[in-house]
């Protein structure tokens, strides 16, 4: 399932590609494309992190805006080889010290074991992997000793409502405890179209890991987890047709900060 989601992202990093120049202006003028929960989780990395590890890094600018928050240097892992690419081109542009790794999240190297004095990851990450244990298990040995572990992630509740055409919710027919659903074509409000037309685009697997399925791989890695919260924050946009007053209801995110238990 990770090989063929792989290639279906490979095909949607088209769309990232078109971003570029607004990536690269973005984060040359200093900017950042975290979102309110994530910048208070991360706070000011000025000198207090050597090097900042992100987690399915997509085209880099996520990572790159960990540079532009203080991170001295900043490492970006995804297994499209066509965000890769992308992100290589968008720290070139801007100078930035990244290094960039082609590999599954579950083959993260060993070199950097012990070294994430901040390990980010999440805004659409989860749902794509299929063993959460082995993944919990990557975030523990990835921990520098006084690394701190932020995950900012969609709800696994998101999947449950949908805006109906009068912007209130409705409920959708997903079976919250169903596993992975294979799926050809990406959300409008998204990845949109490619132009690979859908029906000829690689299949791709992804699940809403319940809430409890994923505290509970993150406890069983042994991490020590100081803050689980869920917001409203709706992070991919994909439900902003709903009425304000039906804005705020949903847990559309949840966010874990963790580290390594002390000694
Ligand atoms: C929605 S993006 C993550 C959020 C990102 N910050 C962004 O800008 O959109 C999901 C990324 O996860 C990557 N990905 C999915 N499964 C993966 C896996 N098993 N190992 C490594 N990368 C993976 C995809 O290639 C894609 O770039």
Redesign the pocket.
Known sequence: M?RA??EA?DEAAERYEGWFDEAVELIRSGGT?LLPPELELIGDLHGRCRRAIH?????G??TLSLWNAGAAEVVG????PR?IDLARRLSDAVHAPATWIE????DTPHELDGTADLLYT????LM??QDLDAWAAVLRRLLAPTGRLVIFEGHPVEWLFDVGADGHWIATDYDYFAGPEASRGWAPEYIDTLSIPDDDQHWKFARAWTLGEIITALLGAGLHLDRVAEHSTDWWGGHADARPEEQGRIPLSFSVLGRLPSP
């Open positions: 990770h989601t792989r992202w494309n987690l399915q890094c997509a085209g600018r996520d892992l995804d297994f499209s965000m590999a599954d999240v579950l999440g805004r659409g990450s794509w992997l």
